[in-house]
């Protein structure tokens, strides 16, 4: 009997053996690595997408402020949210090259009551991540207000780094009126 026993805990053990390791990846079975292998290709691929110039199509933007700052000291900042949503049919990059090159952010401009440009490129606020067609994300800038006291118009736009304003492509641009005290 308790070789019978014996023989019985061997096949057990025997067999719980073979169906772990039947669980185990089968480096011979068809298709094995591709699931895998197409897994991290996309990955890479996401990771490493080409970066150029976007298609004139692609800059089309809604920007969009719930409580654009009215009032400002000269030469201090402000910060507060805009909605960005990406109004045309490609994805956006929120990275771009080592220099930035290719990645679109949002960016503003200080224009004077007439509309004259006044301060170009104040600062940038950079994507949180890719934009999807359709989709929005709430972006924080902290724009700094021109030195000289006066009324002025902030303007934000999207930009594509040393390509392209968006708003210079026929998009609209999101503008409101501030006091520089």
Request: glycine share 8%; with cysteine; net charge neutral.
């Given at each position: 009997m308790k070789l019978l026993f014996k023989l019985f805990a061997v096949s057990c053990l025997?067999?719980?053996?073979?169906?772990?390791?039947?669980?185990?990846?089968?480096s011979n079975a068809p298709n094995s690595g591709a699931a895998n292998a197409s897994k991290t290709s996309s990955s890479a691929a996401d990771s490493n997408a080409k970066l150029e110039a976007l298609p004139e199509s692609a800059l089309k933007a809604a920007i969009s402020v719930k409580e654009a700052p009215k009032k400002i000291k000269a030469g201090e900042t402000a910060t507060f949210n805009a909605t960005a949503k990406n109004i045309s049919d490609t994805k956006w990059p929120a990275t771009g090259l080592s220099d930035g090159k290719y990645r679109v952010a949002l960016g503003d401009h200080w224009l004077a009551a007439n509309g004259k440009l006044v301060t170009l490129d104040d600062t940038r606020a950079l994507l949180p991540n890719n934009l999807e067609p359709g989709k929005e994300v709430e972006v924080p800038i902290t724009v700094t207000a021109p030195k000289t006291p006066g009324d002025y118009i902030l303007e934000l736009d999207m930009v594509q780094e040393q390509i392209n304003w968006f708003k210079d492509k026929g998009s609209s641009s999101f503008r409101t009126q501030v006091k520089v005290e």
């Open positions: 025997t067999l719980g053996l073979i169906n772990c390791s039947s669980n185990a990846p089968n």
